[in-house]
């Protein structure tokens, strides 16, 4: 804070002014009557790490991810290249090949295709549009990683 003249308005000490009926408060160091909010920065400022959990409170959980950002895909490839990782990935699993059999409709003809990153925690795998969904709209996608599993986008 400062001193006594620090407090000094244009009408003379700050308890004056409030006897007055005029509005004020001190910015910055010095009372002014014009201000109706304190100015950002300064010791208004939020800089102090969150207080410690008191032991009545429970302890924080570890954050969510974001389903918003699960349907932004991560990257694209090309056709000969999607086509070749589901053509190794057919021959790698055994039970793939029947399931898309049934459950696929070949992909139209697109130059690129969208590559996601997968959902499942702890699989660093991607995926890889294998083609459409039959019976619903959507593109049946196949993970490279460690979950195996497939999706729906």
């Known amino acids: 804070m400062g001193t006594a003249?620090?407090?000094r308005g244009p009408r003379g000490p700050r308890r004056s002014a409030d006897?007055?009926?005029?509005?004020?408060?001190?910015v910055m160091g010095r009372w002014t009557p014009y201000a109706i909010l304190p100015l950002a920065g300064g010791a208004a400022a939020l800089t102090r790490p969150p207080p410690p959990a008191s032991p009545s409170q429970p302890a924080p959980?570890?954050?969510?991810?974001?389903?918003?950002?699960?349907?932004?895909?991560?990257?694209?490839e090309s056709e000969?290249?999607?086509?070749?990782?589901?053509?190794?990935?057919?021959?790698d699993r055994e039970d793939l090949a029947g399931k898309l059999v049934a459950?696929?409709?070949p992909p139209d003809d697109?130059?690129?295709?969208?590559?996601?990153?997968?959902?499942?925690?702890?699989?660093?795998?991607?995926?890889?549009?294998?083609?459409?969904?039959?019976?619903?709209?959507?593109?049946?996608?196949?993970?490279?990683?460690?979950c195996q599993k497939t999706f729906l986008r």
């Open 61 to 76: 959980e570890d954050p969510l991810t974001s389903n918003v950002g699960q349907s932004y895909p991560y990257t694209s």
């Open 110 to 146: 697109g130059d690129r295709w969208w590559v996601w990153k997968c959902p499942t925690h702890g699989c660093p795998g991607l995926l890889h549009v294998a083609g459409y969904a039959r019976d619903l709209h959507a593109l049946y996608v196949v993970c490279d990683g460690t």
């Open 80 to 91: 000969a290249d999607r086509a070749a990782k589901i053509a190794a990935l057919v021959t």
């Open 103 to 105: 459950e696929v409709t």
């Open 19 to 26: 006897r007055a009926g005029l509005a004020g408060r001190a």
């Open 5 to 7: 003249d620090d407090l």
